[in-house]
């Protein structure tokens, strides 16, 4: 009776191989895929505004993946990604605004808004190109979603700057990042609707 078992066991040893092989493949193209799943039906991800990171490229838009360690690359090694806006004035000043609205969860969002990059005086010049420069009023902070929190969404809005007006943080404001007024910083520089605007959404990464 022993000996008629072997084969069976050997058998079902080589169909465990099998499926971990399997798995691991299945892993491994997933890896290789990894798809980048875009934000549908949202107002935000308008007039063509691109925010280029390395190796994920543009991220306008995106919900971004754990595949690739996109999520761990953006919030602890990566740096300000390019911000570019083909459509930009060549002679125009812009300021650029990034954003969280979902500070610190979507549910209970009590420091809407957390502001992570603030930047006023750029040459449209640079905007077509995505190498911008200007005066910083707020360095660039990377997405760091708290632990179970669920999806936080970036928002980066570009606006027109009125010729002449310098624009600056007043001394509450620059006091701390979260629970920024961003419509009362808009109306008192004048600053009018955004020309462009998009979104990406992250999570914590090891959530």
């Known amino acids: 009776m022993m000996s008629m078992m072997w084969p069976v066991t050997l058998l079902w040893v080589g169909l465990d191989i099998l499926l971990c092989q399997e798995v691991a493949s299945l892993m491994n193209d997933e890896e290789t895929m990894c798809i ?12 063509e505004l691109l925010v280029i990171y390395p190796d994920l490229g543009n991220a306008a838009c995106a919900v971004i993946p754990r595949c690739r360690q996109f999520r761990r690359l ?45 930047m006023t005086d750029i040459h449209g010049k640079d905007l077509q190109t995505g190498f911008i420069q200007g005066t910083v009023l707020s360095e660039y902070r990377p997405p ?3 632990s179970g929190t669920g999806y936080h969404r970036y928002q980066f809005f570009l606006y027109e700057q009125p010729e002449g007006r310098i624009i600056s943080l007043n001394k509450q404001e620059a006091k701390s990042f979260g629970s920024w007024d961003l419509d009362s910083f808009v109306s008192r520089f004048n600053l009018g609707s955004s020309v462009a605007s998009t979104q990406f959404m992250t999570r914590n990464l090891e959530d």
Request: neutral net charge; proline residues 10%.
């Open 36 to 47: 980048i799943e875009k934000i549908s039906d949202d107002s935000i991800c308008r007039g």
């Open 144 to 146: 760091t979603p708290p």
């Open 74 to 118: 953006m919030s602890e090694e990566w740096g300000e990604p390019r911000v570019k806006f083909v459509q930009a004035k060549k002679d125009m000043n812009y300021v650029l605004i990034m954003v969280d609205p979902d500070a610190p969860s979507k549910e209970n969002p009590k420091y809407r808004f957390w502001r992570h990059w603030l």
